[in-house]
């Protein structure tokens, strides 16, 4: 069974930056379009990012423009998120997910300290 798992959340300070990995395993499959999405405390669950393959595309959330950068290579079905100038509303778990949610992953956590 497929399973998708995240690493590289922590703790960072205002302005710094993460770096989130996902990569699959036990399993495969074929992936045609990965994304990250977070929640927030108290907050819906939001896409942050998603890439798309065949024809390739990218899709950011508003608010994470210019800061935040997805990539990954369908070929290893892995996706990353490059996070840029982190600001405290980026605080959230973080999930990835393949193929439009037919796999999850179960979250990392990243938090901004102002």
């Known amino acids: 069974q497929v399973q998708l798992t995240e690493s590289g959340g922590g703790l960072v300070q205002a302005g710094g930056s993460l770096r989130l990995s996902c990569s699959a395993s036990?399993?495969?499959?074929?992936?045609?379009?990965m994304g990250w999405l977070r929640r927030a405390p108290g907050k819906e669950r939001e896409v942050v990012a998603r890439?798309?393959?065949?024809?390739?595309?990218?899709w950011y959330l508003d608010s994470v423009k210019g800061r935040f950068t997805i990539s990954g290579d369908n070929g290893k079905n892995t996706v990353y998120l490059q996070m840029n100038n982190l600001k405290p509303e980026d605080t959230a778990t973080y999930y990835c997910?393949?193929?439009?949610?037919?796999?999850w992953g179960k979250g990392t956590l990243v938090t901004v300290s102002s």
């Open positions: 036990g399993g495969t499959f074929s992936a045609e379009a």
């Open positions: 997910n393949a193929n439009d949610g037919s796999y």
């Open positions: 890439i798309r393959w065949n024809p390739d595309s990218t």
